[in-house]
């Protein structure tokens, strides 16, 4: 990784075109680009390291947007929209509809495991460790007038007030964050909200009072700027890692996390030449960029998916419940939803 993580991160987001492109001395327009990507910033990384390397392979111009998951769901589920969508959670029904609306079909690809990671500021002495009901304290929207302060959490803590960082509600890593912590509950709204995760390390590593939460890779680009909170689920404080997520023991922000690909979109040979890239090197880039690889029967399954064009979700329920906690093999080999799920 880059030694100065916080501009590393931000320079890519500058540089969104193709290498193709770039070497031609101008970034092309969205409107010329052979392959065009949008959606999580949480899967950004991934995805905008393989449009590097395939445009330097093969020349092919890829676009990788940053809207956040649903601002990427809504330029995919359209009519002549987005190619491929990048995603921190699965498809909401919402979004199943808008695409079956559109007559867009998509093929659910789990690229990497993330860490969904608790951050703050590196003075910030006190609070090394966190327990899950003290976040849902923090940011349930209850709090905005109830914990307000460190003291708030735990009397032994500072009494200044907490300045919060955290995604937009268009990002899927908020979406899971709410679900995880506040059950049905709502997140306060009072805190600095960006769907640029870069714009939330700047923050909290400027202030010893800050806290936010984003995906492993940006703690990991940024670790001399920001500290991670051991978070404790009942079993005592866990920090994330490789070792922490694959076995289960950093709960419950382990996730899985997407591509989804427009199925009329393989007609494309350069969409499907860069979609059979992706998932034949993620077992050695999604290391690169400091997420965890799945295991290579996974990537094996997703290939098969994608060589029988075979359309849905599988993470999404027909009732529209979110599956979690299972193994992701056996969750590859459900039956597929397509349609949005029955009210």
Same mark, same amino acid.
């Given at each position: ?138 940011? &349930?929207?209850?709090?905005? @007038?109830?914990? /307000?302060?460190?003291? +708030?959490? %735990? ?5 200044? !007030? *907490? ?24 997140s306060r709204a009072d805190y600095t ?82 979609? &059979?890239?992706?998932?034949? @090197?993620?077992? /050695?880039?999604?290391? +690169?960029? %400091? ?5 290579? !029967? *996974? ?31 056996e969750i590859l080999n459900l039956s ?8």
């Amino acid at each position: 990784m880059a030694e100065n993580g916080t501009l590393s991160l931000l320079n890519r987001f500058a540089v969104v075109a193709g290498t193709a492109a770039a070497s031609l001395g101008f970034i092309a327009p969205a409107a010329l680009a052979e392959v065009v990507v949008d959606g999580s910033s949480t899967v950004f990384p991934i995805t905008e390291a393989m449009a590097e390397e395939y445009g330097a392979e093969t020349g092919t111009n890829v676009v990788v947007g940053v809207s956040g998951t649903g601002g990427g769901f809504k330029k995919f589920c359209v009519e002549d929209g987005t190619d491929i969508s990048n995603a921190s959670r699965p498809i909401k029904p919402s979004e199943m509809a808008a695409c079956a609306e559109a007559g867009v079909e998509y093929i659910e690809i789990p690229v990497a495991y993330d860490a969904l990671t608790v951050v703050t500021n590196p003075s910030n002495t006190w609070a090394t460790e966190m327990t899950v009901d003290q976040l849902n304290r923090l940011w &349930d929207s209850s709090a905005e @007038n109830e914990a /307000t302060t460190w003291a +708030d959490l %735990d009397p032994s803590w500072p009494a200044d !007030e *907490i300045e919060l960082y955290g995604p937009g509600a268009d990002s899927g890593t908020f979406d899971y964050f709410v679900e995880e912590v506040m059950g049905d509950g709502d997140s306060r709204a009072d805190y600095t909200a960006s769907e640029d995760d870069n714009v939330l390390v700047i923050g909290v590593s400027g202030d010893v009072n800050a806290l936010g939460y984003f995906g492993l890779a940006y703690y990991v680009e940024n670790a001399d700027l920001l500290n991670a909170v051991a978070i404790d689920n009942g079993d005592g404080p866990v920090l994330p890692s490789d070792t922490t997520v694959n076995n289960g023991t950093y709960s419950p922000f382990s996730r899985p996390i997407f591509i989804y690909v427009n199925k009329a979109s393989l007609a494309d040979p350069d969409v499907a030449g860069f979609v &059979d890239y992706y998932i034949s @090197n993620a077992p /050695t880039i999604v290391p +690169d960029v %400091d997420y965890v690889a799945l295991p290579t !029967e *996974i990537y094996s399954l997703s290939a098969s998916l994608i060589d029988a064009q075979t359309a849905g979700t599988v993470f999404r329920r027909n009732d529209g419940v979110e599956l979690a906690g299972q193994d992701l093999i056996e969750i590859l080999n459900l039956s597929r939803t397509l349609d949005a799920p029955a009210e």
